[in-house]
């Protein structure tokens, strides 16, 4: 018997989903945490060194350093970062894991050449730099999973623009729309989301290095050129506001906490609609759940760990913001360093609910019969027959709303079988097929309704824009790293001590 063979549930759950709710297969000794949760020592040195990396290449092309002393700590930077920084992981931070590694490179080099690093920086100006660097992946997942959702809801918004189904208010069938019309519905509301989140790419795009610990430097430093070998578009603006604000991690946060509010409204209506009690969509083997004790069940748990995800950036938002709260406007740790704590994990949630929920609407199967058998069991039609009191036989509204409301009351056996043969014994002749569900939605054509064309040519393009941004930063950031690589080995270069003599 297989273990992923529950003799109810056949296949087992679909990698995509089993990374992110389990985490990866562990590596022999490994832990098996998803990586990225908590960053390791090595990957926030890895980023530190990186930095350094663009740095002791400026000062040396400026001629602030000398060419040994750039060579000497680049090649001792290369060596560590090729042992992935081996050395200083069980190694004390007592100061910090940056002190940790410069009192590393102090040890190897000397003083006197190790302690070039601190030329034209501070640790303010880097701390501030390194937080980008840790921004890019969370943000570009994110934006990802964002742009594939919204694909998702328009191809089904598209598909299933026909499949009339109740619209609800209060748990409680209203009138009838289309399955298609509410997913266009939920696209719509996931552009508004998505928008903000993408304008936040271009703060992304402006290295704080150069700015020192708030007043600048009058070495003179090239910060557009470290800016360039490092993937931003543009160099230091302003050294105190480059040291001082946060302002983007809070931003991320918002935006992703106002997007999470949507997912988990989506994800509300997803988890009753899977239920046997509305049968509206059934999912396959691969996106749900077993239970160990009951043998019946089939539990679309992603959805709920979609929506417990969904939540995690408005926790972090209201912890970033109280930490920062009545902060000086300088460089301080309460908002730096406390105040940014959370918003990788943040953000890698909300990236994940997003998916989880991309990988259900991919893969729900909806029941077309099932949810117009429910729009005409909830008289969803009563408020068309309404609307045909008044604007065919002369009924105001308020006077239509009530005959209509008492007839059901007085029949009890719905429109088709107890008002409509009331209201024919009054003289008002009006036809079961006319208040059919599917007659209803195409006449609903006014008001931007489900019988309107669906309103997604401007989401469209505006995906089509955040598509091109997205690949753009991606190139810009591979193309960097190249770039910083290339410069490196320039100059460190056996012959560049022969080419700077010849120049």
């Given at each position: 018997?297989?273990?992923?063979?529950?003799?109810?549930?056949?296949?087992?759950?679909?990698?995509?989903?089993?990374?992110?709710?389990?985490?990866?297969?562990?590596?022999?000794?490994?832990?098996?945490?998803?990586?990225?949760?908590?960053?390791?020592?090595?990957?926030?040195?890895?980023?530190?060194?990186?930095?350094?990396?663009?740095?002791?290449?400026?000062?040396?092309?400026?001629?602030?350093?000398?060419?040994?002393?750039?060579?000497?700590?680049?090649?001792?930077?290369?060596?560590?970062?090729?042992?992935?920084?081996?050395?200083?992981?069980?190694?004390?931070?007592?100061?910090?894991?940056?002190?940790?590694?410069?009192?590393?490179?102090?040890?190897?080099?000397?003083?006197q050449t190790a302690g070039v690093l601190r030329t034209g920086r501070s640790r303010n100006d880097v701390n501030a730099t390194v937080l980008l660097l840790r921004l890019r992946a969370p943000y570009q997942r994110l934006m990802l999973e964002g742009l594939r959702l919204q694909a998702?809801?328009?191809?089904?918004?598209?598909?299933?623009?026909?499949?009339?189904?109740?619209?609800?208010?209060?748990?409680?069938?209203?009138?009838?729309?289309?399955?298609?019309?509410?997913?266009?519905?939920?696209?719509?509301?996931?552009?508004?989301?998505?928008?903000?989140?993408?304008?936040?790419?271009?703060?992304?795009?402006?290295?704080?290095?150069?700015?020192?610990?708030?007043?600048?430097?009058?070495?003179?430093?090239?910060?557009?050129?470290?800016?360039?070998?490092?993937?931003?578009?543009?160099?230091?603006?302003?050294?105190?506001?480059?040291?001082?604000?946060?302002?983007?991690?809070?931003?991320?946060?918002?935006?992703?906490?106002?997007?999470?509010?949507?997912?988990?409204?989506?994800?509300?209506?997803?988890?009753?609609?899977?239920?046997?009690?509305?049968?509206?969509?059934?999912?396959?083997?691969?996106?749900?759940?077993?239970?160990?004790?009951?043998?019946?069940?089939?539990?679309?748990?992603?959805?709920?760990?979609?929506?417990?995800?969904?939540?995690?950036?408005?926790?972090?938002?209201?912890?970033?913001?109280?930490?920062?709260?009545?902060?000086?406007?300088?460089?301080?740790?309460?908002?730096?360093?406390?105040?940014?704590?959370?918003?990788?994990?943040?953000?890698?949630?909300?990236?994940?609910?997003?998916?989880?929920?991309?990988?259900?609407?991919?893969?729900?199967?909806?029941?077309?019969?099932?949810?117009?058998?429910?729009?005409?069991?909830?008289?969803?039609?009563?408020?068309?027959?309404?609307?045909?009191?008044?604007?065919?036989?002369?009924?105001?509204?308020?006077?239509?709303?009530?005959?209509?409301?008492?007839?059901?009351?007085?029949?009890?056996?719905?429109?088709?079988?107890?008002?409509?043969?009331?209201?024919?014994?009054?003289?008002?002749?009006?036809?079961?097929?006319?208040?059919?569900?599917?007659?209803?939605?195409?006449?609903?054509?006014?008001?931007?309704?489900?019988?309107?064309?669906?309103?997604?040519?401007?989401?469209?393009?505006?995906?089509?824009?955040?598509?091109?941004?997205?690949?753009?930063?991606?190139?810009?950031?591979?193309?960097?790293?190249?770039?910083?690589?290339?410069?490196?080995?320039?100059?460190?270069?056996?012959?560049?001590?022969?080419?700077?003599?010849?120049?």
């Amino acid at each position: 018997m297989s273990v992923d063979d529950t003799g109810r549930i056949h296949r087992p759950l679909t990698p995509t989903a089993r990374r992110i709710v389990f985490g990866p297969a562990p590596h022999p000794g490994g832990s098996g945490v998803s990586p990225g949760i908590f960053p390791t020592r090595a990957e926030e040195l890895s980023r530190l060194s990186e930095v350094d990396r663009a740095h002791l290449v400026m000062l040396a092309e400026q001629g602030i350093i000398g060419l040994e002393a750039a060579t000497a700590l680049l090649s001792e930077i290369a060596r560590l970062r090729a042992l992935d920084f081996a050395p200083l992981r069980e190694r004390e931070a007592r100061r910090g894991l940056h002190l940790l590694y410069e009192d590393w490179l102090v040890s190897r080099l000397g003083v006197q050449t190790a302690g070039v690093l601190r030329t034209g920086r501070s640790r303010n100006d880097v701390n501030a730099t390194v937080l980008l660097l840790r921004l890019r992946a969370p943000y570009q997942r994110l934006m990802l999973e964002g742009l594939r959702l919204q694909a998702v809801l328009l191809a089904r918004a598209r598909r299933h623009r026909s499949m009339v189904m109740p619209a609800y208010t209060h748990y409680q069938a209203a009138v009838p729309i289309t399955f298609g019309h509410y997913l266009a519905g939920v696209a719509l509301a996931l552009d508004r989301d998505l928008e903000p989140l993408a304008r936040l790419g271009a703060d992304l795009g402006r290295c704080p290095l150069g700015a020192g610990a708030g007043g600048g430097t009058a070495v003179p430093i090239d910060p557009e050129r470290t800016a360039t070998l490092l993937g931003f578009e543009a160099g230091v603006v302003h050294s105190v506001d480059a040291v001082a604000s946060r302002d983007l991690v809070l931003r991320l946060l918002s935006g992703a906490a106002v997007l999470g509010v949507t997912l988990s409204r989506l994800t509300a209506d997803l988890l009753l609609w899977t239920t046997a009690e509305f049968g509206f969509l059934v999912l396959p083997d691969e996106l749900v759940g077993s239970s160990s004790h009951m043998p019946q069940k089939r539990n679309p748990f992603l959805l709920e760990h979609a929506k417990g995800r969904a939540a995690a950036p408005l926790g972090a938002f209201v912890a970033a913001a109280t930490s920062m709260h009545a902060t000086p406007f300088a460089n301080s740790v309460a908002v730096g360093t406390e105040g940014c704590s959370e918003v990788v994990a943040a953000l890698g949630a909300v990236a994940d609910a997003v998916a989880l929920l991309r990988l259900v609407l991919s893969g729900a199967r909806p029941r077309p019969d099932v949810m117009l058998a429910q729009a005409i069991a909830g008289q969803t039609s009563a408020t068309a027959l309404a609307d045909r009191l008044v604007t065919r036989h002369g009924l105001s509204f308020r006077e239509a709303h009530h005959l209509v409301g008492s007839l059901l009351t007085e029949a009890g056996d719905g429109l088709e079988a107890g008002v409509l043969p009331r209201l024919r014994q009054a003289g008002i002749e009006i036809t079961a097929g006319a208040l059919h569900p599917t007659r209803v939605v195409s006449a609903a054509c006014h008001g931007a309704g489900p019988g309107a064309a669906l309103p997604l040519e401007g989401v469209r393009h505006r995906r089509g824009a955040w598509v091109s941004e997205h690949q753009s930063r991606h190139r810009r950031w591979s193309e960097s790293a190249a770039a910083l690589d290339t410069a490196v080995s320039h100059l460190t270069s056996p012959t560049m001590p022969e080419i700077l003599a010849r120049s």
